[in-house]
């Protein structure tokens, strides 16, 4: 085979909305969230060559570790483990664009990334479930970066329901200069009474029938009661801002730390943008991304 290196877009993803419904026996969180692919992505360069199973990894931000931390290598460990492959030693090279530690899930698409490619290029004829299996003993989001699109995901994050294609919209993301632990955040959650939670059917039947607006306005995040004083103030004054500049709903994607704003055309989105860039100078606009299998 020789060396060979192939390219994968690894696409972020956001949370319409994001419900934690219970704890499972095995200690894990039940959670009860829809998922929705979108443009900005990492590219994902893997290289694969005749060795003895060696594994690196590297990216172009000095932050992000280089062992089996970084979920890119941990993908191409499990692969090469769960098949059995000896004889290959890989070397995975990302280009990071969807912003570090936002709740975007860009390091599971990386992982996702690395899976669908070394699938691929070493025509191990894995199915979409097989490589979820996969991806989900790397990170429980990866499963779902797999394939992408639009769905509600459920249990762990793990168990996949495949939805209709979002309506069009714009998706205008704004990081701002925080980040937020997950466990803490999950710790926060538990001790707090819930008192809103996402119209999940509500939000599912939006999509299924192409309402734009009545999916914005059901965008909802049950983690933003636990931030802090500080974080929530933040996050609300982004929201604020958004529908403000003429979003049809905002809200938090993941454990944060990044919040977005849906817009109903691009012209609006740019214009909210130049307003949002004078308080969080870390936006981008995206559009919705179909599953993979699409």
């Known amino acids: 085979m020789?060396?060979?290196?192939?390219?994968?877009?690894?696409?972020?993803?956001?949370?319409?909305?994001?419900?934690?419904?219970?704890?499972?026996?095995?200690?894990?969180?039940?959670?009860?969230?829809?998922?929705?692919?979108?443009?900005?992505?990492?590219?994902?360069?893997?290289?694969?060559?005749?060795?003895?199973?060696?594994?690196?990894?590297?990216?172009?931000?000095?932050?992000?570790?280089?062992?089996?931390?970084?979920?890119?290598?941990?993908?191409?460990?499990?692969?090469?483990?769960?098949?059995?492959?000896?004889?290959?030693?890989?070397?995975?090279?990302?280009?990071?664009?969807v912003p570090v530690c936002a709740g975007m899930g860009g390091g599971s698409s990386d992982a996702a990334a690395v899976i669908r490619g070394l699938n691929r290029e070493l025509k191990t004829r894995l199915s979409f479930d097989d490589m979820r299996r996969l991806a989900s003993m790397v990170d429980s989001d990866a499963s779902f970066c797999i394939e992408g699109g639009t769905m509600l995901a459920s249990g762990r994050g793990t168990e996949l329901k495949k939805l209709s294609p979002l309506p069009d919209c714009v998706f205008l993301i704004a990081k701002p200069r925080f980040s937020v632990s997950t466990p803490t955040l999950f710790g926060k959650l538990d001790g707090i009474k819930v008192k809103a939670r996402p119209d999940t059917a509500g939000l599912i039947a939006a999509i299924e029938n192409g309402d734009v607006f009545g999916v914005s306005r059901r965008c909802f995040n049950v983690f933003e009661a636990a931030l802090s004083q500080r974080e929530k103030a933040i996050v609300c004054g982004i929201k604020d801002t958004l529908v403000n500049c003429g979003a049809m709903g905002a809200s938090m994607t993941g454990t944060g730390s990044a919040v977005y704003g849906v817009f109903s055309s691009l012209p609006e989105a740019e214009l909210a943008e130049k307003e949002l860039k004078k308080t969080v100078p870390e936006c981008y606009i995206a559009s919705p991304e179909p599953s993979i299998s699409e």
């Open 2 to 97: 020789g060396s060979v290196t192939v390219r994968e877009k690894a696409f972020g993803k956001l949370n319409l909305s994001l419900d934690v419904v219970g704890k499972m026996d095995n200690g894990y969180h039940s959670m009860l969230m829809v998922m929705q692919s979108v443009s900005l992505h990492d590219d994902v360069y893997i290289t694969i060559e005749d060795g003895a199973g060696e594994i690196t990894a590297h990216t172009n931000r000095a932050y992000i570790p280089n062992t089996n931390k970084n979920l890119g290598f941990k993908a191409a460990e499990v692969f090469l483990n769960e098949l059995g492959i000896k004889n290959k030693s890989i070397s995975v090279s990302i280009k990071k664009r």
